[in-house]
């Protein structure tokens, strides 16, 4: 079965400064998405930002950016220029491409604070 | 357009009862998952429904049941409640099962039992 692991229960961050969720996933397929997810205190889960393993090139939303290592299985997501709506828990999740494995693997999440 | 609609948003049962939770999925989308997420557990597999059918299915007891609609409209049923089932409950909705068509999911249900 596949696993996501995020290490970092918590994190902080100034405004407008940038931060960098971590997050490692364990999967003997070649062929999945990866996510970021972020869930406020409205309990929607809002997709942030997706990537496809088949590409190389990170993907980037606006301010959010990936660094996606394949062979390492790593897949953290870098915050730029934070903002106060960015404080909410965040989750990384996996799902094979393959129909019949048709599921989110998520993460533990991350809490991140926002500082004024 | 209108989101993916949980109802209801609050529901406090005793131990021993059953309770059946709503999802409305986003018009013409007609896969619908659903998670728990627990602080202990995290967020966990429950079902996919896709026309009418239950095409996947995660590690719970047979007390966690679902079904869906005509509509796409989905429930999920759980009976015989235990503690251990506070929770909150997610659906997730997308136009079709292929991974890439995207996933909305609701604002949940959160389930307190006593």
């Known amino acids: 079965a596949q696993t996501v692991t995020q290490s970092q229960p918590e994190m902080s961050v100034q405004e407008a400064e940038t931060v960098t969720l971590s997050c490692t996933y364990d999967?003997?397929?070649?062929?999945?998405?990866l996510f970021w997810y972020k869930q406020p205190p409205s309990r929607q889960m809002i997709l942030v930002i997706r990537?496809?393993?088949?590409?190389?090139q990170n993907a980037t939303e606006n301010r959010f950016s990936v660094n996606f290592q394949k062979a390492a299985k790593s897949f953290s997501l870098k915050i730029s220029d934070s903002q106060l709506g960015d404080a909410a828990m965040y989750f990384c999740?996996?799902?094979?491409?393959?129909?019949?494995?048709?599921?989110?693997?998520f993460g533990t999440g991350t809490s991140l604070t926002v500082i004024p | 357009k209108a989101g993916v609609t949980q109802t209801p948003r609050y529901l406090i049962k005793t131990r021993g009862q059953q309770v059946t939770l709503s999802c409305s999925p986003i018009?013409?989308?007609?896969?619908v998952s659903w998670y728990q997420q627990t602080p202990g557990q995290g967020l966990q597999f429950l079902f996919e429904?896709?026309?009418?059918?239950?095409?996947n299915k995660g590690n719970f007891p047979g007390r966690f049941s679902g079904r869906q609609f005509s509509n796409s409209r989905s429930e999920m049923n759980v009976s015989t409640l235990e503690l251990g089932d506070s929770a909150l409950y997610l659906c997730?909705?997308?136009?079709?099962?292929?991974?890439?068509?995207?996933?909305?999911f609701g604002s949940g249900t959160r389930l307190t039992v006593v």
């Open positions: 997730a909705s997308s136009l079709n099962r292929a991974v890439n068509y995207g996933y909305t």
């Open positions: 429904y896709f026309s009418e059918t239950q095409r």
């Open positions: 999740a996996y799902r094979s491409a393959s129909v019949t494995g048709n599921q989110f693997y």
């Open positions: 999967t003997s397929e070649s062929d999945y998405y």
């Open positions: 018009s013409g989308h007609r896969s």
């Open positions: 990537q496809e393993a088949y590409k190389q």
